[in-house]
């Protein structure tokens, strides 16, 4: 998970909600990744969970220089936003497996059930979605190049969420999955092809070749779209994880004293209010 000002609320909501529904939450251990050192959020989160296992990590944010494209929405054009794709630089060589979680998520049951999935020798785990319509995330001249559309030859493609995802690090380092991201990122630079942030090029090398997992486990979009952010329902069946993607954070809308019926599922979990105000593109 990320640290960070504007989402430090949703982040200790998350790992609270975690710990609650864990069979065994001495044995959760949590990875931070920073852009800008803040001693008050370290101590936050010291002083709120003084028996929680975690380390920080610092994500060089030049190693994204020249290569984060203007998408829809300021907020995803966030370094921090790409450091998930550098998991395997920046964790210890001796973290084998971890899962990649946003802020603006709680959890409803025992994460260690997705943590020990079977990944059947996959470098990614999350939840699918093939009924998404795929040819979205990415513009009319992608699709029109005889080349760039042939990405996908071989495979058959499902959207999945960055958000939410386990990961193989050995796998991810091994395959030299950073380069190959990274190569689209600069692709993206010379060319429009895509219209979101960080999701994009991690589909264009991982989409139909990843182990799905139950839906379950990322009910996702309760933040609207990337635009209005408006309120949307459960989708329909179990849940073990709300995921609030989109423009729509439960916490402003929430503060906005405009929440959305969802948002009350997330109020409980709520912990931690900054002094400033949170702004969110």
């Known amino acids: 998970m990320t640290l960070d000002d504007n989402y430090i609320r949703g982040t200790m909501a998350a790992v609270l909600s975690m710990l609650q529904h864990s069979t065994c939450p001495e044995n959760l251990f949590f990875h931070f990744l920073y852009l800008h050192f803040q001693s008050t959020i370290f101590e936050t989160i010291r002083s709120t969970f003084p028996y929680l296992n975690f380390n920080v990590y610092y994500f060089d944010s030049t190693r994204v220089d020249g290569k984060i494209s203007k998408s829809i929405r300021q907020a995803l054009d966030q370094p921090l936003n790409y450091a998930r794709i550098y998991l395997s630089e920046i964790l210890p060589e ?37 009924r998404a319509n795929f040819t979205y995330y990415f513009t009319d001249d992608f699709w029109a190049d005889p080349i760039l559309s042939r990405t996908f030859d071989g495979r058959t493609p499902c959207y999945f969420n960055t958000g939410v995802m386990v990961v193989d690090v050995d796998k991810w380092r091994e395959g030299s999955y950073t380069n190959k991201v990274e190569k689209w990122m600069i692709t993206q630079k010379q060319r429009r092809i895509y219209h979101l942030g960080s999701l994009p090029p991690i589909l264009l090398v991982l989409a139909g070749d990843i182990k799905a997992v139950d ?27 709300l995921h609030w993607s989109g423009k729509g954070k439960p916490w402003l809308r929430l503060d906005s004293g405009k929440p959305c019926n969802i948002d009350h599922l997330w109020a409980p979990y709520d912990l931690y209010r900054s002094n400033r105000i949170a702004l969110e593109e």
């Open 94 to 130: 001796d973290v084998h497996r971890v899962i990649y979680l946003d802020s603006d998520i709680i959890v409803v049951d025992d994460i260690a059930k997705l943590y020990e999935v079977d990944m059947e020798d996959k470098v990614v785990a999350a939840p699918e979605y093939c």
């Open 215 to 241: 839906h379950r486990w990322n009910q996702h979009g309760l933040g609207g779209d990337n635009f209005k952010g408006n309120c949307r329902s459960l989708h329909p069946g179990p849940i073990s994880l």
